[in-house]
């Protein structure tokens, strides 16, 4: 089945700089990649997604990239700001009856 | 707007009590999924479902039971409680599996 590795596993940077999080998979097939931030004592939401069809997609500061050949993906986020501190998940599934392979998390820590 | 809601936010019982956590989701979504939280662990799938009356193991379904009667109600079911299920206990819908999944707000469980 899908293995999905995270890192890294905690990151601190410094407000206004750019945080990357990488996660690799095992699954060739997996067609979906979603990233999940939860914030300290809320639930996890959707924050970005991307497909297999496409290599980069944007929204506003943060960005997913996809490299199929490499089974890989990553998140960056740009122009970090405090609110961005939180827990970053990702996850990968290919359609089909099996569920999401979430990644183990990225603890963010953004300091002012 | 997708509403994810759990029966309980805390719980606190005795080990061995039987324990049901409810999830209802409004969205009519077909698929339900139950994870549990625990630090450094990430998000572990206890059991999911796609439809009602059907159910399938997850990850972790050790200890566990679910119940799908109806479909926008997912229940979990701890038969004899043990103090290492003490844990955040998250219930998540989506319309297919290669689509966003909604969290609910989470029930932390404390079995003394």
């Known amino acids: 089945g899908e293995n999905v590795e995270q890192h890294p596993s905690t990151l601190s940077v410094q407000e206004g700089d750019s945080a990357v999080i990488k996660c690799t998979y095992s699954?060739?097939?997996?067609?979906?990649f979603p990233w999940y931030k939860q914030e300290l004592g809320k639930r996890p939401q959707l924050i970005i997604d991307?497909?297999?069809?496409?290599g980069e997609k944007k929204d506003q500061r943060i960005a997913v990239t996809l490299n199929k050949t490499a089974k890989h993906f990553s998140l960056h986020i740009t122009e970090t700001q405090p609110e961005d501190s939180a827990v970053y998940f990702c996850?990968?599934?290919?359609?089909?009856?099996?569920?999401?392979?979430f990644g183990k998390g990225t603890r963010l820590s953004v300091i002012a | 707007d997708v509403k994810v809601t759990q029966s309980s936010r805390y719980l606190v019982k005795r080990t061995g009590e039987k324990v049901f956590l409810e999830c209802v989701q409004d969205m009519d979504h077909e698929n339900m999924f139950w994870y549990r939280q625990d630090p450094g662990l990430g998000l572990r799938l206890i059991y999911f479902s796609y439809d009602v009356k059907m159910k399938e193991k997850g990850d972790i379904p050790e200890g566990y039971s679910v119940s799908r009667e109806k479909k926008e109600r997912f229940s979990l079911i701890l038969e004899s409680a043990s103090t290492n299920q003490t844990s955040m206990y998250l219930c998540?819908?989506?319309?297919?599996?290669?689509?966003?999944?909604?969290f609910g707000p989470g029930t932390r469980l404390l079995v003394l």
């Open positions: 996850a990968a599934v290919h359609s089909g009856n099996t569920p999401l392979v």
């Open positions: 998540a819908s989506s319309l297919a599996a290669v689509e966003t999944q909604y």
């Open positions: 991307i497909r297999s069809n496409v």
């Open positions: 699954d060739s097939a997996s067609n979906y």
